[in-house]
């Protein structure tokens, strides 16, 4: 029997190539089963097993993608990506501060990678390390000035301490960057209508969600909002926010008391005014709701007794409650409209489930 050698046996296995192309095109169990084709021939295949923590992590099997992101560190300690695959899994477990552990470790091993700096900037933002991740987003936009995630995680941190220029700087370096991307355009969205800047809000939501329609659920009401928030002035809707948003000093020493005293009847009076101009809205439509089913009619009766003739257990038992009913409506002295009224929608209900 020919024993193939060990070139014709790598020409066999699936290219590395081809299994990084099907994460990129978010087939995760296609490239999962090529990457566990290659780790089954090749146990050794460094580039195999962290393409398989990616596979695992798209397709969220992430106590999976843990394991082999362990294996993959003790395989190659010295390794930058693999202790970045394995802090990606803590972070997608929600560990951040071992993730920020981990990316201190990767960062070490390789100070010269833009996403490195990038997805540590993102961990420390989650745990609220602001300065940290602004000077993590700075490092890595020192290698690669151009870098779409450090732009972003810039933006966000800088905004939440306070530094608008640079917030505002680095906005219109992610749009130069990125013009098309409905993620961009949603967090620009979420940073201005934060800082009650309605109408430009709304116009980077409508477009996020022209780029990205199957994430309407969470952006519809989004921009719903930012309609709503056209009709206010910017000051009220930063007044009602100003215990959260920084960017607000001036209004820093007005007590909450007065807020909601004098500002809340005119919030009432500029809710009713974005209501009304949003009435005839296309995005404030709702789908019509079917109409409640008449009770009282021929066809009614028909379904009333065809039900009574199929369970006429559950009807006795429906008329013993009634007579309950009426027994501690006696005894009880309660009114018997009351009595009629439980009566009724009891009714109601049955009627509706032998529909």
């Given at each position: 029997m020919n024993t193939p050698s060990k070139k014709r046996l790598s020409a066999r296995l699936p290219g590395?190539?081809?299994?990084?192309?099907?994460?990129?095109?978010?087939?995760?169990?296609?490239?999962?089963?090529?990457?566990?084709?290659?780790?089954?021939?090749?146990?050794?295949?460094?580039?195999?097993?962290?393409?398989?923590?990616?596979?695992?992590?798209?397709?969220?099997?992430?106590?999976?993608?843990?394991?082999q992101a362990k294996t993959a560190v003790g395989q190659a300690p010295e390794n930058a990506d693999s202790h970045f695959a394995l802090a990606r899994v803590h972070g997608q477990l929600g560990n951040l501060h071992t993730a920020a552990q981990g990316m201190r470790e990767v960062l070490r091993l390789n100070p010269y990678e833009a996403d490195f700096f990038a997805f540590q900037a993102q961990v420390q933002f989650l745990i609220q390390a602001y300065a940290n991740a602004v000077a993590a987003a700075e490092s890595g936009l020192s290698l690669h000035p151009r870098h779409g995630e450090c732009l972003l995680w810039?933006?966000?941190?800088?905004?939440?301490?306070?530094?608008?220029?640079?917030?505002d700087a680095a906005r219109e370096r992610l749009l130069a960057v990125a013009p098309n991307s409905g993620p961009v355009h949603r967090a620009i969205g979420q940073l201005l209508l934060r800082r009650g800047e309605a109408t430009l809000a709304a116009t980077h939501l409508a477009q996020a969600l022209a780029l990205e329609p199957p994430q309407a659920a969470s952006l519809v009401p989004l921009l719903r909002q930012a309609r709503r928030w056209e009709s206010w002035p910017p000051e009220l809707l930063r007044l009602g926010d100003y215990g959260r948003a920084p960017y607000l000093a001036g209004w820093s020493a007005v007590p909450s008391f007065f807020v909601r005293v004098v500002c809340t009847p005119v919030a009432w009076y500029y809710m009713a005014v974005a209501n009304a101009k949003t009435k005839q809205d296309p995005l404030f439509q709702r789908e019509p709701s079917p109409p409640a089913p008449a009770i009282g009619t021929k066809e009614d009766l028909d379904v009333l007794a065809s039900a009574a003739t199929a369970s006429p257990g559950k009807w006795l038992a429906f008329v013993g409650f009634i007579g309950l009913l009426g027994w501690i409506s006696v005894a009880w002295k309660l009114p018997p409209a009351g009595v009629a009224i439980i009566a009724f929608f009891l009714g109601r209900s049955l009627l509706r489930q032998h529909r």
């Open positions: 590395m190539q081809r299994i990084w192309l099907l994460l990129k095109l978010n087939r995760p169990r296609l490239a999962m089963e090529l990457a566990q084709v290659r780790l089954a021939s090749q146990p050794t295949d460094l580039g195999a097993r962290l393409a398989l923590v990616d596979a695992l992590l798209l397709d969220r099997q992430a106590m999976r993608a843990l394991d810039l933006m966000r941190a800088a905004e939440q301490q306070g530094h608008l220029p640079i917030a």
